[in-house]
């Protein structure tokens, strides 16, 4: 189970596996085999593995025809302004062609070269590498690039850009770092600031690293005398690192907080933090053939491997996890609220907790000298009451009014009924979902509406449904034991319950602030509506449905938590809004299909 976590910031270690998520090709990565990884401007992470591919969030997308690039000869991605990247392709006969683009789809940056390379110097103007000379691509032109063409021309031998926008030439001179004032067009007076001169042969460079900060890290194979790490702050200019390895480098990268990484050919990851380099056995024993380090801009790191990609969560967690040490049953949790003052209440099967804004904690173990247990029912009325029952320990609920708490008899006397959930409707109004004692055909009681100190019954014959100004409905719920309910956007009344799902709907549905014929407020017409169930024998593949939700399109989806037995699990369902249902399950991507709870959130 999680729980919302009351603090936002916590020791990240290495070694901790929590912190760790690992893709593969099971992950929708189009192979292992991971080559290049980028972070777009919108987060979306890509990768070539050696086909490109983006992550959704849930799962890996390769890039096909149909966005606009070719399928195969991906050498090179690179980010770029806003939410797009760039990509390099090799074609027959060894050409390349580059292309930008992003989620959506990639248009081709076209010329004449047959083989070459580009960086974006804005959102609409690219510089591109040719035959040693550099060239400014602007609105589908292609012309030489004139600023410092003396430098450049014929002396260019890579052009780079780091994530924080910075573009970097490798001269034969030397290196180079692109400085321009805001608002300078590409052919307007710039300065290309030397950051390392040449020695003897040009400089060669293997990896290159800056962050938003100005800090960079960078690794030279040749020549001799300028081979290794050289690091620098936005403040100072490169100097070389007199105690890290001057080669057999793979990937290196810095952080958003000047940390760096850097990974050797031996499998060596070393570790930058505060200035000081370290060694990380731990990281070592856990990836093997790693390819590619990255940093995402929340601090997170990626390693690229021959097994698939690796992300290790550095950033502050809105989530913790928040556990009792076993074999404590207020580890076994069935509901969580937030209360309307920001407090915590969770139910579960010691009993029920409290943990306020201001840290301050309450377990409640008993009531009235009654122990309570089991507690799967959990809800806070419109006046800030406290709700809570049982499914089995306990008939009945009890109401905390933030002073003691106080026992609430539902149904007749001689009934004893379990409350195995309380849920709100649209209205504000508690509904109690009742099971009976014994699981016997026609012996549970329903469900209960709370509407001003009264408690109405909605149930399955012999019971009958006592609609909400008294009267007797014609039908019913197709079986009085309720395990979850939910009120439509357009006033219906779904159930989901042991024998099916059931919906009343409303005839006349009047507005939610609209008065109702008693005078009191609120959605729909009292006493006139449909009844309509779906069951193993209309196109359900289980009688027993547990979990009910209602999308933004007011189609219903729907889950059982039934465990392997005579009816296997199904997965998610869906009734849409002509009332035909349809089924998602391991073949549509599910985890697993036993299914204890379904939401679905804003989006």
């Known amino acids: 189970m999680i729980t919302a976590a009351l603090c936002f910031s916590q020791t990240y270690s290495f070694d901790n596996p929590n912190n760790w998520t690992h893709f593969t090709t099971e992950s929708g990565l189009p192979s292992n085999n991971i080559k290049d990884v980028v972070e777009a401007g919108?987060?979306?992470?890509?990768?070539?593995?050696?086909?490109?591919?983006?992550?959704?969030?849930?799962?890996?997308?390769?890039?096909?025809?149909?966005?606009?690039?070719?399928l195969t000869g991906v050498v090179e991605i690179n980010e770029t302004f806003s939410n797009n990247i760039i990509v390099t392709v090799t074609i027959s006969g060894g050409y390349s062609k580059i292309y930008v683009g992003n989620?959506?789809?990639?248009?081709?940056?076209?010329?004449?070269?047959?083989?070459?390379?580009?960086?974006?110097?804005?959102?609409?103007?690219?510089?591109?590498?040719?035959?040693?000379?550099?060239?400014?691509?602007?609105?589908?032109s292609v012309t030489p690039y004139l600023p410092h063409n003396d430098l450049t021309r014929g002396k260019t031998i890579s052009l780079l850009r780091t994530t924080n926008g910075a573009v970097w030439l490798n001269l034969i001179s030397g290196f180079y770092r692109r400085e321009v004032s805001q608002g300078d067009s590409p052919n307007r007076e710039q300065k290309w600031k030397l950051m390392i001169s040449a020695g003897t042969r040009p400089i060669s460079i293997e990896y290159l690293?800056?962050?938003?900060?100005?800090?960079?890290?960078?690794?030279?194979?040749?020549?001799?005398?300028?081979?290794?790490?050289?690091?620098?702050?936005?403040?100072?200019?490169?100097?070389?690192?007199?105690?890290?390895?001057?080669?057999?480098?793979?990937?290196?990268?810095?952080?958003?907080?000047?940390?760096?990484?850097?990974?050797?050919?031996?499998g060596d990851i070393r570790w930058r933090e505060n200035g000081l380099w370290k060694s990380l056995t731990s990281l070592e024993a856990r990836l093997?053939?790693?390819?590619?380090?990255?940093?995402?801009?929340?601090?997170?790191?990626?390693?690229?491997?021959?097994?698939?990609?690796?992300?290790?969560?550095?950033?502050?967690?809105?989530?913790?996890?928040?556990?009792?040490?076993?074999?404590?049953?207020?580890?076994?949790?069935?509901?969580?609220?937030?209360?309307?003052?920001?407090?915590?209440?969770?139910?579960?099967?010691?009993?029920?907790?409290?943990?306020?804004?201001?840290?301050?904690?309450?377990?409640?173990?008993?009531?009235?000298?009654?122990?309570?247990?089991?507690?799967?029912?959990?809800?806070?009325?419109?006046?800030?009451?406290?709700?809570?029952?049982?499914?089995?320990?306990?008939t009945g609920v009890y109401r905390f009014d933030g002073s003691s708490w106080k026992y609430v008899h539902i149904g007749s006397d001689s009934e004893s009924v379990f409350i195995h959930k309380i849920r709100k409707d649209r209205k504000g109004h508690l509904w109690f979902l009742g099971l009976g004692k014994n699981h016997l055909e026609g012996k549970d009681p329903g469900a209960f509406e709370y509407n001003n100190g009264t408690f109405i019954r909605w149930s399955k014959t012999p019971y009958g449904i006592v609609d909400r100004v008294g009267e007797m409905a014609q039908d019913g719920l197709i079986n009085g034991r309720v395990y979850d309910f939910v009120e439509?956007?357009?006033?219906?009344?779904?159930?989901?319950?042991?024998?099916?799902?059931?919906?009343?709907?409303?005839?006349?549905?009047?507005?939610?602030?609209?008065?109702?014929?008693?005078?009191?407020?609120?959605?729909?017409?009292?006493?006139?509506?449909?009844?309509?169930?779906?069951?193993?024998?209309?196109?359900?593949?289980?009688?027993?449905?547990?979990?009910?939700?209602?999308?933004?399109?007011?189609q219903l989806w729907f889950a059982s938590d039934y465990p392997p037995g005579e009816f296997d699990p199904s997965g998610i369902g869906c009734i849409d809004t002509l009332d035909h249902i349809q089924y998602f399950g391991a073949m549509d991507g599910l985890v697993g299909e036993n299914i204890w709870d379904i939401e679905v959130d804003s989006s």
């Not at 992470?45 to 966005?67: H, I």
């Not at 890290?217 to 001799?224: A, D, G, L, S």
């Not at 009531?367 to 009325?381: S, Y």
Request: neutral net charge; aromatic residues 12%; hydrophobic residues 30%.
């Open 103 to 140: 989620k959506s789809g990639f248009r081709e940056i076209k010329t004449t070269f047959e083989s070459s390379n580009a960086t974006a110097l804005d959102s609409s103007t690219f510089l591109i590498l040719s035959n040693s000379s550099l060239y400014l691509y602007d609105k589908g």
């Open 488 to 554: 439509g956007y357009d006033s219906s009344y779904w159930f989901a319950t042991d024998g099916g799902i059931c919906r009343w709907k409303p005839e006349n549905p009047q507005p939610l602030d609209s008065p109702s014929p008693n005078g009191r407020r609120g959605r729909g017409m009292r006493g006139v509506g449909t009844w309509t169930h779906w069951t193993t024998s209309n196109g359900l593949q289980q009688h027993r449905i547990t979990s009910i939700a209602l999308d933004q399109k007011n």
């Open 288 to 394: 093997k053939d790693i390819s590619v380090v990255k940093f995402r801009a929340n601090g997170d790191l990626l390693f690229g491997t021959k097994q698939g990609l690796s992300l290790f969560r550095r950033s502050p967690s809105l989530w913790k996890f928040l556990s009792h040490p076993p074999p404590d049953p207020r580890n076994h949790v069935s509901e969580i609220i937030k209360a309307k003052d920001g407090s915590f209440w969770i139910a579960s099967s010691g009993g029920v907790e409290h943990r306020s804004t201001n840290g301050t904690y309450r377990f409640f173990e008993k009531i009235n000298n009654e122990n309570i247990f089991g507690i799967t029912a959990l809800a806070e009325d419109s006046a800030g009451n406290i709700w809570i029952g049982s499914g089995s320990a306990f």
């Open 209 to 266: 690293a800056e962050n938003q900060n100005g800090a960079g890290i960078v690794q030279f194979e040749v020549p001799h005398e300028k081979r290794g790490v050289w690091e620098w702050t936005s403040s100072s200019l490169p100097k070389r690192n007199p105690t890290e390895r001057t080669t057999t480098m793979i990937a290196l990268d810095i952080g958003p907080h000047d940390e760096a990484i850097v990974v050797y050919r031996s």
């Open 42 to 70: 919108d987060s979306t992470l890509w990768v070539t593995a050696p086909s490109l591919a983006w992550f959704d969030g849930f799962q890996w997308r390769t890039v096909d025809s149909s966005y606009g690039l070719p």
